[in-house]
C-alpha cells in the first residue's frame, strides 16, 4: 500500500510537538514552516548576519531527527551567558550552512541529511518575509515579534496582520501540497505560526485547489490582545478566509482541562477567556467533521535556560502522541 503524503502547515513549538508525534507512522511528512519570525535569537542574526530566520525550523528538523538524543540535544542547547547568551546552537548552525550552502533552502537540506531526518522540512518561502500587525486604532507595528512583546498588542489588540510585501511561495512546498493526501494546519500561535504561510497567496491557492483533505488543529489556548474573543469557529473562518470556505474537512478539539495552577497562571497573563471555546448551535451549517478528544499534554513544560522569550511561550501545549494517534485515525479513514 502507498504512504500517504502529509504536508503540516505553521511553525514553532506546535510543528515540534505534532511532528514529534507523527515521525513514528509510515507516511510521508513534508513539514512547510513559517519564515516570519524576527524575535529572540532568530532576530538577531537575521540583523547582524542578514540570514532567514533559523528557529522554527531547527525546531522542526529536531522533531524529525532519528540521530542520536545527544545530537538533537545540541541542536537546542542555547547559550546562557557570554557573546552568544540567549543564541540557540543550533540557530547557528543554520545560519553558517546558509552562508556555505549559497542558500537557506539548501543548508537546510544539508542539516536534515547530518540529523538523519525523516520526511522533509521546508521553507515556506526564500525570500526575506516580514510580518506587520494592524491594531485595533490602525496603527501598524512591524515585526513577527511585536505580538507577544509589545505591550500595545494587548492593550489595544490586533486587527489584522498582513505581509510587510508579499513573498514568493517556495517551490518545493507548492509541489508537496499538490501532491499531498492530507494537509495538517497547525497547532500553534494563530497570528504568529500559522497565518503567515496562509498569507503567502500560492500557498492559500495550493491549498485550495488540493485533492488533499485539510485538518485543523485547533489551539488550546486564546492570547490577550490577538486571539482572546475567538472560539473554535473563528479560528476556522479566519483560517478558510485565504484557503476557501468550507475548505477545512476535519477539525482536531481538545476536550481535557489543564491542570488548575496552570489555568491560574494563564488567567493572570491572558484574560477570562483562556482556553477555546466550541458552541454546538453557534453554526449549525457547518461542514466540517468535529474530532474531540484528550490531546492535552501532561508534561510540566519548564522554561528554558538562557531563553529572555520563555516567559512568553505556552505552556498548555498538545500531547503529540496523542494528536498523532487522532491524525492517524483520521488518515485511515
Known amino acids: 500500500m502507498r504512504k500517504k503524503n502529509v504536508v503540516t502547515i505553521g511553525g514553532g513549538t506546535g510543528s515540534f510537538v505534532l511532528l514529534t508525534g507523527l515521525k513514528k507512522y509510515p507516511i510521508n511528512i513534508s513539514a512547510v514552516v513559517s519564515m516570519a519570525d524576527d524575535g529572540g535569537s532568530t532576530g538577531i542574526l537575521r540583523d547582524e548576519l542578514g540570514v532567514l530566520p533559523p528557529g522554527d525550523v531547527r525546531q522542526c528538523l529536531v522533531a524529525l531527527s532519528d540521530s542520536p538524543e545527544i545530537l538533537r540535544k545540541l541542536m537546542n542547547y542555547r547559550f546562557e551567558n557570554g557573546g552568544l547568551k540567549g543564541h540557540s546552537f543550533g540557530n547557528i548552525f543554520l545560519s553558517a550552512l546558509e552562508k556555505i550552502s549559497g542558500g537557506f533552502a539548501k543548508g537546510v537540506e544539508e542539516a536534515a541529511k547530518i540529523l538523519d531526518v525523516k520526511g522533509e522540512v521546508i521553507p515556506v518561502s526564500n525570500d526575506d518575509m516580514r510580518l506587520s500587525v494592524i491594531l485595533n486604532n490602525g496603527n501598524i507595528l512591524e515585526g513577527e515579534s511585536q505580538l507577544d512583546h509589545n505591550e500595545k498588542v494587548r492593550r489595544i489588540g490586533v486587527k489584522n496582520i498582513k ?20 494537509i495538517f494546519i497547525g497547532p500553534g500561535d ?44 473563528d479560528y476556522v473562518s479566519d483560517i478558510e478566509k485565504h484557503i476557501g470556505k468550507d475548505r477545512v474537512d476535519f477539525v482536531t478539539y481538545n476536550i481535557a482541562k489543564p491542570p488548575r495552577e496552570l489555568m491560574e497562571k494563564y488567567k493572570k497573563r491572558e484574560g477570562k477567556n483562556v482556553l477555546v471555546g466550541f458552541e454546538e448551535s453557534k453554526n449549525p451549517k457547518r461542514k466540517f467533521k468535529l474530532i474531540r478528544a484528550d490531546l492535552l499534554t501532561k508534561s510540566v513544560m519548564k522554561s528554558e535556560k538562557g531563553d529572555a522569550n520563555s516567559e512568553k511561550r505556552s505552556f498548555i501545549r498538545h500531547d503529540g502522541k496523542k494528536l498523532a494517534k487522532v491524525l492517524m485515525r483520521i488518515l485511515k479513514k
Do not use: W
Open 190 to 233: 494563530h497570528f504568529g505560526s500559522i497565518m503567515p504561510n496562509l498569507l503567502i497567496k500560492e500557498i492559500s491557492q495550493a491549498i485550495k485547489n488540493s485533492r488533499a483533505r485539510v485538518v485543523y488543529n485547533c489551539k488550546l489556548t486564546n492570547k490577550k490582545g490577538q486571539t482572546e474573543n475567538f472560539d473554535l469557529d
Open 163 to 182: 505581509l510587510k510585501k508579499q513573498v514568493k511561495a517556495n517551490q518545493k512546498a507548492l509541489k508537496k501540497i499538490k501532491d499531498s493526501d492530507f
